[in-house]
Nanobody, 121 residues
Framework: QVQLVESGGGLAQAGGSLRLSCVAS????????MGWYRQTPGKPRGLVAS???????DYEDSVKGRFTISRDNAKKTVYLQMNSLKPEDTGVYYC???????????????WGRGTQVTVSS
């Protein structure tokens, strides 16, 4: 089994910054893509940023230039640095990772439980 645990959420003022972290643990041989998703009430969960094992990144348009995703493969950790926060960034942020276990060729996507980010105006 694989666990993803997020941390770093909380309350910030508009224009402020927060840094999210997500650590993967458990039965892991390798991790492919990792990403951060955001969900707000009444809307589906949507991709905010993703990063491949090689470090290639992709961002949702509204966060480009403000958010930076990074990862430490040795620590099995992905980060999301969020700067110039806006009230519309508010939501529950979920970490996801595509994991290959040691005893299988299958890659499975795992999710964290989420961390709340609230940005006040």
């Amino acid at each position: 089994q694989v666990q993803l645990v997020e941390s770093g959420g909380g309350l910030a003022q508009a224009g402020g910054s927060l840094r999210l972290s997500c650590v993967a643990s458990g039965n892991i041989f390798s991790i492919n893509d990792m990403g951060w998703y955001r969900q707000t009430p009444g809307k589906p969960r949507g991709l905010v940023a993703s990063i491949t094992a090689a470090g290639s990144t992709d961002y949702e348009d509204s966060v480009k230039g403000r958010f930076t995703i990074s990862r430490d493969n040795a620590k099995k950790t992905v980060y999301l640095q969020m700067n110039s926060l806006k009230p519309e960034d508010t939501g529950v942020y979920y970490c996801a990772a595509e994991v290959k276990a040691p005893d299988t060729v299958r890659i499975r996507k795992y999710w964290g439980r989420g961390t709340q980010v609230t940005v006040s105006s």
